[in-house]
Structure formats: structure tokens, C-alpha cells
Nanobody, 120 residues
Framework: QVQLAESGGGLVQPGGSLRLSCAASGNIFKINAMGWYRQAPGKQRELVAV???????NYADAVKGRFTISRDNAKNTVYLEMNSLKPEDTAVYFC??????????????WGQGTQVTVSS
């Protein structure tokens, strides 16, 4: 199995910054992509940012220029640096990884989520 452990959420004032981390562990042969999604109350889960192997990154329009995704492949960890936070960024943030296991099986895995609240 594959486990994703997130950390770094919390309460921050508008204009502030937070850094989320997500470490993958378990039966990992290759991590094909890692990314972040978020879900606000009453809304569907949406893509925030994704980092694919080969250093390709994609961002939701709402976070471009404010959020930065990065990976440490040696640690199987992905980070999300969030700056200039707005109240509308308030959501539960979920880490996602597309992982190939030693058996050759490739699947999508999710973290448990971490709450980010932007409020004064």
C-alpha cells in the first residue's frame, strides 16, 4: 500500500503565507505525479496544482502567481507554498499522488486532508 502524510495547515490572516507538505511512503516503485487539491464547504474538490515527472507543473487559474508547487524526489515529498492568501482559499487541502507500485500496478492515492483557514 501507499500512504500520504500531510502537514502544514492552519489559520492565517489574509495576505499571509503557509507551506503544506506531503510525504509518500510504502510500496513505491515510481511516483508519476504529485499534486494538491482542495475542497471548500459545499463545493466540489478541485485541482490546485500538480507536478508531473519531468518537471511539468500546472496550476489552477485562481492560484497562479500566488502558489508554488515543488517536489523533493529523494524524500518522495511534495510541497505547496501559498502566499498572498485570500479568504476564498479556505478549504481542506488534499495531497494526491499517482504511484506505480513494485507489482506494476499504478493508482491514485490520497492524503487525509489538512484544513487551511484564511480569516482575520
Amino acid at each position: 500500500q501507499v500512504q500520504l502524510a500531510e502537514s502544514g495547515g492552519g489559520l492565517v490572516q489574509p495576505g499571509g503565507s503557509l507551506r503544506l507538505s506531503c510525504a509518500a511512503s510504502g510500496n513505491i516503485f515510481k511516483i508519476n505525479a504529485m499534486g494538491w487539491y482542495r475542497q471548500a464547504p459545499g463545493k466540489q474538490r478541485e485541482l490546485v496544482a500538480v507536478d508531473s515527472s519531468g518537471s511539468t507543473t500546472n496550476y489552477a487559474d485562481a492560484v497562479k502567481g500566488r502558489f508554488t508547487i515543488s517536489r523533493d524526489n529523494a524524500k518522495n515529498t511534495v510541497y505547496l507554498e501559498m502566499n498572498s492568501l485570500k479568504p476564498e482559499d479556505t478549504a481542506v487541502y488534499f495531497c494526491n499522488a499517482r504511484v506505480t507500485r513494485s507489482s506494476g500496478y499504478t493508482g491514485n492515492y490520497w492524503g487525509q486532508g489538512t484544513q487551511v483557514t484564511v480569516s482575520s
